[in-house]
């Protein structure tokens, strides 16, 4: 015999209301839990319980639960993804969920629209992260929550590396594409702050950015290199990275183009570094002759000697590892190292790079037209290189100064 209290007006009206929200929807009292059981007849019938007791009390919020769920149906999640979005929870992703395809899709996307990033990129910042990513959601017990998934793909970096960071970004990339392109429930976007999945360094740690080093310091080192044909072909990539303030990648990017009225030579970069949603454009670049210890100026002639023969940089993991591969085998490089860590100071192939922004600084040249020269912003020039605005702050109070 029915339980006559299902067919009070307060039942009767909740079940009208449900009926009327959409044809095929009903809700009952489940027999096990007595809670609100809501049943949706279609191609096959789908039942999910909801936390709320079949009682008078409760039906107003069942019902305003229910009107939820059916709003996030028609958004196209399925009726448990639905009713897990209304509860605050994220949904389970691998129901009906073309994982390997979205991340096919948006390498198309990566590589042939918007800013578009270069195939070697998308091999070595975006491929690893993001194909662990797609591993993880088609698991047999797949992350819940967007944290969740991110935290997995980058816990085993340090916090505050430059690795998490770059894994966390790009992570977030595609998981922004899944839910703007892929009907991935929008409660599947990423954190908008990922600042607390990437962390700190912790202060004891070791900072990998390597220091400047001085004119006379690579005059040495360029003269301790073997006096033969290879040695000074390396010579001259020292000479190149020191008196142009070059990324060493840059070194592939490096010609000479003339001044169509004056005829004028002049230093070219056609390297574009994407970063932080932009690109570096390419630049004319204003080459600054070291001076010894005795202050004289080292004319190297570099651009007289245009085109100069370089060693093969295009071999292993760039130009960067190919010059700390040539170098680390140098005597004098491992004397000049060691000279710096006894400072707690660190030695790396970007040290010429960063010795032309403190030549630049030392000979009054302004940290914009500094930071147009090295191919970056002012914010990204003064954040480097702390030492352009101290120096610039120390010369403008001195040029200020009452005689």
Known sequence: MPRVRNQEPWAIAFREHVRELCEGWTVRESPKSGRVMLKVRGEAEQAITLPFAWAKSESGDAYIRIRNVYALTQEGNTLRQAAEIAA??????????????????????????????????????????????????????????????????????????????????NLAQFMRYCVAREQVPVVWAPPTDLKEHIGRRPPTATSKASDPITDQQIIDLIASLPDDAAGQRWADVLRLLSELGLRPIELLHLSVKADPKTGERYWWCSYEKRAGGGITKPRRLFPLPLVDAEGAAQQWHLLERWPIELPSLRSGNGAADAIATYLNRRTGWKSLRAQLEAQSQRLSCYSFRHSYSVRGHQRGIDNGSMALAMGHSIEVHCRSYPWATEAGAAAAFERAAVP
Do not use: M, N
């Open 88 to 169: 605050g929870k994220a949904p389970k992703l691998t129901e009906q969920r073309d994982w390997p395809g979205a991340l096919e899709r948006f390498k198309a996307q990566k590589l042939e629209h918007g800013t578009a990033i270069k195939p070697g990129t998308w091999a070595t910042k975006y491929q690893p992260v993001l194909t662990e990513a797609v591993e993880l959601l088609t698991s047999r017990k797949p992350p819940t929550t967007p944290a969740d998934l991110l935290d997995r793909c980058i816990r085993s970096w340090p916090p505050g590396s430059r690795t998490r960071q770059e894994r966390a970004r």
